[in-house]
């Protein structure tokens, strides 16, 4: 299983650009550049949503509609590192932001398609 920590969450205003991270830890090291990996979020109230995903290789990104063409995903597998660019921020874009991994892109965009899970970090978009 892999360990998972995210950083980089905070307050920025509408408009503006965050960049997420998300350092893998532990037993890692080969799981993490085998394993698929994915952004998900949960804003107040609400269930946890996918937002963005790419395969082992990077060879593959997907994205959910809400944020496609504002977030870019990538992974640095020599830094065991995840990467969330986000800019164009909207108030609608508040939530804990969670890294993920998959041993499979079977049900990448699934909650339960993941095997291992951070702790998330909060985005707070002001208007």
């Known amino acids: 299983q892999v360990q998972l920590v995210e950083s980089g969450g905070g307050l920025v205003q509408a408009g503006g650009s965050l960049r997420l991270s998300c350092a893998a830890s532990g037993r890692t090291f080969s799981t993490f550049s085998t394993s698929a990996m994915g952004w998900f979020r949960q804003a107040p109230g609400k269930d946890r949503e996918f937002v963005a995903a790419i395969t082992w290789s990077s060879s593959s990104t997907y994205y959910s509609d809400s944020v496609k063409g504002r977030f870019t995903i990538s992974r640095d597998n020599a830094k065991n590192t995840l990467y969330l660019q986000m800019n164009t921020l909207k108030p609608e874009d508040t939530a804990v932001y969670y890294c993920?991994?998959?041993?499979?892109?079977?049900?990448?965009?699934?909650?339960?398609?993941?095997?291992?899970w951070g702790k998330g970090t909060l985005v707070t978009v002001s208007s």
């Open positions: 993920a991994a998959a041993r499979s892109t079977a049900r990448i965009k699934e909650n339960s398609g993941m095997d291992s």
